[in-house]
């Protein structure tokens, strides 16, 4: 079984790799940085008798998405839309273009994987194999995100879409998944300049979501949220009015200005 990940290089997406790996899945890893993608591939493969493949991609570039889709020939069954940042600041001065990459990646990209790899799925329609798209979102998708706006609604968004997707496609033999992580150390909370604020403080480790994740994906379940933290603010989150959310979270976020 042939696993693709996007945003393989760090973080979530490099510990899913090793995850997978672990368990015998060949890999299929895409991402901007191809000296780090090649070393991953020699420390999975001298680790685990798997193969690896590995594509220096821009998934935020149209073009290059497009050209990359219509050059891969390798089978896959399961797809992991992982790539994605965010980017803290007050909107008005944040980097507009910035916040159009993020969409590009972390919603663009994940639905034009999406429709290529689903398409692509269907037509084989093998009833032995066990196709599966797992896409990233975070717990930000269960409210609005105060000086991370951009990012928190591309995340709302991943989750809407992927419950749609998993009715869809249920009966077709395609099982659509998200996958809902907390503050997690990686190398997102130094991108989008949340390192220091206190949900990092208590953040997972990411082989630790990995490991979750894997265990998740393969009993089928909707929606993966790794740690009982985690579950936990999520519950509260749904009970709460997104009003009041958006006020909290601002005045939370606010403390690592």
Known sequence: MTVLITGASKGIGKDLAIEFAKNGHDLVLVA????????????????????????????TDSTARVEFLNNFNQKIEILINNAGFGDY???PEADIHKNLDMVD??????????????NEFLEEKDPKKNYKILNVASIAAFCPGAYMATYYATKAFVV??????????????????????????SDFGKVAKVDNSLAFKMAMDSDEVARIT??????????IIPGLQNKLIVAMLKLTPSGILADMNGKIMSLNK
């Open 32 to 59: 901007r940085s191809k000296d780090l993608l090649e070393g991953l591939k020699i420390e999975i493969e001298n680790k685990y008798s798997v193969n690896v493949s590995v594509y220096s991609c821009d998934l």
């Open 89 to 91: 600041a007050f909107f």
């Open 105 to 118: 990646l972390n919603i663009k990209a994940l639905m034009h994987f999406s429709h290529h790899f689903s």
């Open 160 to 185: 809407s879409f992927t419950n749609a997707l998993h009715s869809e496609f249920k009966d077709k033999g395609i099982h659509f998944a998200s996958l809902c992580p907390g503050a997690t150390h």
């Open 214 to 223: 894997y265990k998740d994906l393969m009993k089928k379940k909707r929606i």
